[in-house]
């Protein structure tokens, strides 16, 4: 059985055509072109920059993207201002690209809030970390905009090892039978945590999407281009109402999976190597520098903003005050909660006793 990748740009940066899908990126000017690298560059950096300050002590944990960014700058820039977003934990890319501060995301590993952000201001929903549960949460959210009359369209973030998980293959089943404006987008990044592809999945994992009726499709995760044009083919079918779609998007976790993980333990150099060849930044840039889209100034530019957009998140970070402990139970009930008051009380006393016994 043969395995179809679209792909735009090769690996090298040339530019490749496909009839089938050229016409989702014809309307790209050489500025859009540069705004690409731009997302790309400034994801990436974000990223260090959250695995630096795990490091240091700053944040209790950070899920890396390295090596995902043109998966999901793609997609996040076929989005529309209507349409919403269910992320898992690691899109931090996608948040950028609807306009998020990054400290927002810096400041919820940091523990310093339970999300930080508002889900209808950017369209963006917040960081789910139970693995799959958001593609439920989207198909609800898609049903909802369909009996509502609505024109816009979701998409809804996961990685292969959440394909394993019952949420995702019930996300798919009402989906299908609901006909809802949902594109699933699985990043295929390899390994779910230490567990390869070929211990989870006999098929490509776009073919799944056969099962449930509805297509799916396999994209080069690491061709910005691409991934575009794919993800502009799903939402565009999604709110003319002709139901969701699978992109499977086949990339690479260049990290670990985690800044608790060590992926050494369970893949090989190699193997790393292999994929560093198909990294998706310097795909973009020697397009750009070889079609004489940008020239050394440009990229110099683009990395001097990034410098100062990671000094500003690194001070402010660790500027940050640290919460008072017992607002770990606000919010957890929009009315409080007998329970919840209980287990504040017993909290604030046991923190008490610390005091009691250094005053002893």
Not at 44 to 53: F, Q, S
Not at 304 to 333: G, I, Q, W
Request: glycine share 8%.
């Amino acid at each position: 059985m043969t395995t179809e990748l679209v792909q735009l740009l090769t690996p090298e940066g040339t530019r490749v055509s496909d009839p089938a899908w050229d016409a989702y990126v014809a309307d790209l000017t050489p500025d859009d072109l540069r705004g690409l690298y731009r997302d790309l560059v400034r994801a990436r950096r974000v990223d260090a920059e959250g695995v630096t300050l795990q490091r240091q002590g700053e944040l209790g944990l950070w899920p890396s993207l390295l090596g995902q960014e043109a998966a999901q700058v793609g997609s996040a820039r076929a989005l529309a201002d209507g349409d919403h977003v269910f992320p898992s934990y690691r899109e931090h890319a996608v948040a950028l690209c609807r306009s998020l501060d990054p400290l927002r995301l810096l400041a919820m590993f940091r523990g310093v809030n339970n999300g930080g952000w508002d889900p209808d201001s950017h369209a963006f929903h917040l960081y789910t970390l139970v693995i799959g549960s958001q593609a439920l949460h989207a198909t609800g959210y898609a049903m909802g905009v369909a009996k509502d009359g609505g024109d816009s369209a979701v998409l809804v973030y996961f990685g292969d090892g959440a394909t394993s998980q019952g949420d995702v293959s019930e996300a798919f089943n009402f989906a299908a039978v609901y006909n809802a404006p949902v594109v699933f987008f699985c990043q295929n990044n390899q390994w779910a945590i230490s567990e390869s592809n070929e211990k989870q999945t006999r098929v490509p994992l776009y073919q799944r999407a056969q099962g449930f009726g509805f297509p799916g499709v396999r994209v080069d995760g690491n061709d910005v281009l691409a991934s575009l044009a794919v993800t502009r083919w799903a939402l565009d079918r999604a709110r003319r109402g002709e139901g969701p779609a699978l992109i499977e998007a086949y990339t690479y976790r260049m990290g670990a999976h985690t800044t608790s993980d060590d992926p050494s333990r369970y893949r090989h150099e190699a193997e790393v190597r292999e994929w560093a060849e198909k990294d998706p930044i310097d795909r973009l840039r020697d397009h750009l520098t070889g079609t004489g889209l940008a020239d050394g100034n440009f990229l110099r530019d683009v990395d001097r903003e990034c410098d100062a957009l990671t000094a500003d998140l690194r001070t402010a970070v660790r500027a940050m005050p640290s919460p008072e402990p017992t607002s770990l139970f606000e919010n957890v009930y929009a009315d409080g909660h007998a329970l919840v008051d209980e287990e504040r009380a017993q909290f604030a006393a046991y923190q008490a006793s610390f005091a009691d016994a250094e005053g002893v």
